[in-house]
């Protein structure tokens, strides 16, 4: 990867400002008054930072394949629009757009007409963009430039989480100033309220649909209630279990042995099938009841950029490609084909129609109290697990390339996860 963090986050910056241009432009031009058309309160669409970002990490070694960058930009950007189409919805039960009245839509969140544009517009950012807003960051003392960098992010954060806060309560009313004992505390209150209404009014009067307040979900008192933190964590747990197993009988099947197929050093967990399993219950578990066909079209393209996103961040983090489809036909640079993005897809109706129900439903039979005592056990084991497992991996990577070990955590790596063991955990890593 030739760019580094600060040039990221400033591409990322850079991208989602455009991005608040083209939409506001746009919604202004089609309303005939100003509309900032932005989800926060600042100029930015972060939608635009984070695919132009993201193609910029994934696709820079397309760069010489126009058309697979221009198709794989595609697939990304409007991925990127229809998963944050989803979570929004979910925060609220409402559609913040909805492209129900444009020819060759989906799901009334993204269309033809716009996925082609996010490809064209990826296509223009990754060929040409990227190294432009660059040279222009290099032009900027480098202390003062990476200041700006650090302040936009710090500014950033803080309005992602105010407009993330209004988001989730825009249907609550805004409670009114109450008796302080101190001048201090009336006037931070004062200041929250108004920050509040103006977030609130901004995004109503952007997206309108929004005001309309639908019923939600009666919620009991059960272990793992609804879609919330603990249901999600012990089905990214069982995900990852079941991941393994399925990914082990495969391989013997048809490689004819037993091969470890774990993405930790402790026990047989598959991350990258824990992760799927809990993003495709956020965004599929209230569309159960759509045509099995709506599913696996969403299986199969999010199942494929996700599979691809997950071969490209791994090798750019440990230096290692652990799984290469290369000699499989119809792949993309071996780290996607198209047999298992149709598997994708019947994975995601296979577990959105028959098994999340039925696994919900035993989830939710545990004990509330010990369900949370256990849960939080296993939440202390995997972090460990996985911060150990990455530890592991980069010295892994830092002895291929003759590094030797300085500081007492990579003495220790060196010990207990020496390359004999790395190999019998992760039989296919190889060499980027």
């Given at each position: 990867m030739k760019y580094t963090g600060y040039e990221l986050l400033w591409l990322f910056f850079i991208y989602s400002f455009v991005g608040w241009v083209i939409e506001t432009i746009a919604a202004t031009i089609k309303k005939k008054t100003f509309i900032n058309k932005g989800l926060f309160s600042g100029p930015v669409c972060f939608v635009y930072g984070i695919s132009a970002t993201l193609m910029t990490i994934v696709f820079w070694e397309l760069v010489d394949e126009p058309f697979f960058l221009f198709l794989g930009c595609t697939i990304?950007?409007?991925?990127?629009?229809?998963?944050?189409?989803?979570?929004?919805?979910?925060?609220?039960?409402?559609?913040?757009?909805?492209?129900?009245?444009?020819?060759?839509?989906?799901?009334?969140?993204?269309?033809?007409s716009y996925s082609i544009l996010w490809g064209i517009?990826?296509?223009?950012?990754?060929?040409?963009g990227n190294d432009l807003l660059v040279s222009v960051f290099h032009l900027i003392p480098s202390i003062l430039g990476k200041g700006i960098v650090l302040a936009m992010c710090a500014i950033g954060l803080m309005d992602f989480v105010t407009s993330m806060a209004v988001a989730l309560r825009i249907h609550q009313e805004i409670p009114a100033v109450t008796q302080w004992n101190h001048a201090l505390g009336k006037w931070t209150h004062k200041l929250r309220m108004f920050i509040v209404r103006h977030v609130r009014n901004r995004m109503i009067k952007a997206y309108p649909s929004i005001q309309e307040k639908k019923?939600?979900?009666?919620?009991?008192?059960k272990f793992a209630e609804?879609?919330?933190?603990?249901?999600?964590?012990?089905?990214?747990?069982?995900?990852?279990?079941?991941?393994?197993?399925?990914?082990t009988i495969f391989m013997r099947i048809t490689a004819g042995e037993w091969v470890s197929r774990s993405s930790l050093v402790w026990g047989p967990f598959s991350i990258v099938w824990g992760m799927a399993i809990v993003l495709a219950t956020i965004l599929l578990y209230r569309d159960k009841e759509k045509p099995d066909r709506y599913i696996f079209c969403v299986?199969?393209?999010m199942g494929g950029a996700y599979e691809y996103l997950c071969s490209v961040m791994g090798e750019?983090?440990?230096?290692?490609?652990?799984?290469?489809?290369?000699?499989?036909?119809?792949?993309?640079?071996?780290?996607?084909?198209?047999l298992y993005c149709l598997f994708w897809g019947i994975a995601a109706?296979?577990?959105?129609?028959?098994?999340?129900?039925?696994?919900s439903y035993l989830i939710e039979k545990v004990p509330k109290k010990f369900g949370k005592v256990v849960t939080w056990i296993a939440v202390v084991f995997m972090v460990v697990n996985m911060a150990v497992s990455a530890l592991a991996l980069i010295r892994y990577d830092a002895r291929d390339a003759g590094e030797p070990a300085v500081y007492s955590w990579e003495q220790w790596m060196d010990e207990k996860f020496d390359d004999e063991r790395m190999k019998v955990i992760y039989p296919y890593a190889k060499d980027r």
């Open positions: 990304l950007g409007t991925t990127a629009e229809w998963v944050t189409g989803k979570l929004l919805e979910r925060m609220n039960h409402q559609k913040w757009w909805d492209y129900s009245d444009k020819k060759f839509n989906f799901d009334g969140y993204i269309c033809l517009l990826g296509m223009v950012a990754v060929m040409y019923e939600e979900d009666e919620q009991a008192e609804g879609c919330g933190f603990y249901k999600l964590f012990w089905l990214f747990f069982i995900g990852s279990l079941i991941g393994d197993l399925v990914e299986g199969t393209l750019i983090v440990f230096g290692k490609i652990f799984w290469d489809y290369s000699k499989l036909p119809f792949n993309l640079g071996g780290r996607v084909n198209l109706v296979l577990w959105i129609k028959v098994l999340y129900p039925k696994v």
